[in-house]
C-alpha cells in the first residue's frame, strides 16, 4: 500500500478518534490554516468593544489573532468547537485571555449554541463548514447570535479544498462554497458576497454575509 493510501486508510478508520484529530492538528490546521485564520481576523475589522465568536477554531491560530484585537479594550472572544482534543489545545494557548475573563472557549456544536441571541459583533470561522451535518440550522443559528446590522465572515483556500477532495480527504464533508452562500441567503442573510486576495501563488476567498444593513 502506498503512503498516500495508508494516510487515506487511516483517515477513514480512525476518524472519531484522538488520532484523526491529532493528525489534522499537525498536518493541516498548524501549517496551511494560519493564512485563512489571520485574514479572517483582518477582514472582520474587529474592534477593541466588540463581542467576537470564532465557530470551529481548532489549535486556536485565529483565536490568538482576535485576542490581539480586543485585549485591550472591553471587548470579548468566544470560541466554539466540536473537538474535546481541540479545547484543550486552544485553552493552554488562550491562557491569558481566560484568566483575564476576556475570553471564553466552549464545547458544543453550532447547530444549537450556548449563547443569547444578539450577542456578537463579529463572527468569523475558517475551513470548518465542509463538515456541518445541516446547513439550515446552523445558518439560523448564526444568524440567531449575531447582533442586527453586523457581520459574519468565513474564509477558504479553494486551490486547497479543491486538491484535498481529489485527495479523499473531504470524503465526509461537501465543500461545495455557492451552496453554502445560497444558504446563509436563504436564512436571512444578506449581501453575501465573495472574494478573492492573495498573490498568484497564494490565495483565498472571503465570503461576507450581513445581518440587516450593510456596515458603510
Known amino acids: 500500500m502506498s503512503s498516500h493510501n495508508s494516510v487515506k486508510h487511516a483517515l477513514e478508520t480512525e476518524r472519531s478518534s484522538k488520532f484523526y484529530v491529532q493528525f489534522c492538528h499537525k498536518f493541516f490546521l498548524k501549517r496551511d490554516n ?44 468566544f470560541g466554539l468547537d466540536l473537538s474535546p482534543y481541540m479545547l484543550e489545545t486552544a485553552s493552554k494557548l488562550m491562557n491569558e ?70 485527495k479523499g480527504f473531504l470524503k465526509y464533508g461537501n465543500a461545495d462554497i455557492e451552496l453554502y452562500m445560497d444558504v446563509l441567503r436563504k436564512n436571512k442573510f444578506e449581501n453575501v458576497t465573495m472574494e478573492t486576495h492573495g498573490s498568484e501563488n497564494k490565495q483565498y476567498q472571503v465570503i461576507s454575509a450581513f445581518k440587516g444593513a450593510k456596515e458603510e
Open 97 to 166: 485571555g481566560i484568566t483575564n475573563n476576556q475570553v471564553e472557549l466552549h464545547l458544543g456544536s453550532v447547530m444549537e449554541m450556548p449563547f443569547e441571541s444578539n450577542t456578537f459583533d463579529r463572527i468569523f470561522h475558517c475551513n470548518c463548514f465542509y463538515f456541518w451535518p445541516d446547513f439550515d440550522k446552523c445558518a439560523q443559528e448564526l444568524y440567531r447570535v449575531l447582533k442586527p446590522n453586523t457581520f459574519m465572515i468565513t474564509t477558504a483556500d479553494c486551490k486547497r479544498l479543491k486538491a484535498s477532495e481529489e
Open 34 to 77: 494560519r493564512l485563512v485564520e489571520e485574514k479572517a481576523v483582518e477582514h472582520c475589522g474587529i474592534k477593541a468593544d466588540h463581542y467576537v465568536l470564532e465557530v470551529g477554531f481548532g489549535p486556536g491560530i485565529g483565536l490568538e489573532a482576535a485576542y490581539n484585537k480586543i485585549k485591550d479594550g472591553k471587548g470579548k472572544l
